[in-house]
């Protein structure tokens, strides 16, 4: 063999061992970059959908969920809870959900997609507080002889129905919010997720 071939082929093989040592040098300075930007699992599940399964929910109950570090809350409304929300609507600030503080799909005195079932933000709109479900009628602790369920915010009183509705007169200004969310079967909803399936 000539001195000449031996040569070529030791320069092809620096040359190419040249190339992968530089191309494996180069993607271990990038790798820091890369996942600096992409966002940690936290953060990703902290603003992902939730199912939420309430199979196991009573009538007249409550459970809590959380989405993206908030109270969820779904409440399974009795045939008499459902009755009286029309009868508090002359009591209530917005009755009709004028203020857009849910879902398009989300429509009428139970504001839901399933009339049972309620499904909100426990979070008071005054100050973010988180109201305490108070379901018993009548008199229950501050509330007045006619009250016919829902949620008292004890920071500053305000106080809203089984829909979520505020009362006219307290200090939260608006209804209290509802999440996008979609039936997965009758007792499961995805919490994030609009009926669509656009995720919020």
């Not at 271990?28 to 992409?38: D, E, G, K, N, R």
Request: net charge positive.
């Amino acid at each position: 063999m000539s001195k000449e071939g031996v040569d070529l082929g030791r320069r092809r093989f620096l040359t190419a061992t040249t190339t992968v040592v530089g191309g494996a040098g180069v993607v271990a300075a990038l790798v820091p970059f890369i996942t600096y930007m992409t966002p940690s699992a936290r953060a990703r599940a902290a603003g992902a959908p939730v199912e939420a399964d309430f199979s196991k929910l009573e009538p007249g109950k409550m459970m809590t969920f959380e989405y993206r570090k908030k109270p969820i809350w779904v409440v399974r409304r009795t045939a008499q809870n459902l009755a009286d929300l029309t009868t508090l609507n002359d009591q209530l600030a917005d009755p009709s959900s004028k203020v857009p503080q849910q879902p398009a799909y989300i429509k009428g005195d139970a504001r839901s997609i399933k009339a049972e079932y309620a499904v909100m933000e426990g979070i008071c709109t005054h100050l973010g507080c988180s109201p305490t479900h108070k379901p018993e009628m009548g008199a229950a602790e501050g509330m007045t002889d006619d009250w016919k369920g829902g949620f008292y915010c004890p920071c500053h009183g305000s106080k809203f129905d089984l829909s979520g509705r505020v009362y006219a007169g307290v200090p939260a200004p608006t209804n209290l919010k509802i999440p996008p969310h979609k039936y997965l079967s009758e007792t499961k909803i995805m919490i994030g997720v609009d009926q669509e399936g656009a995720t919020a």
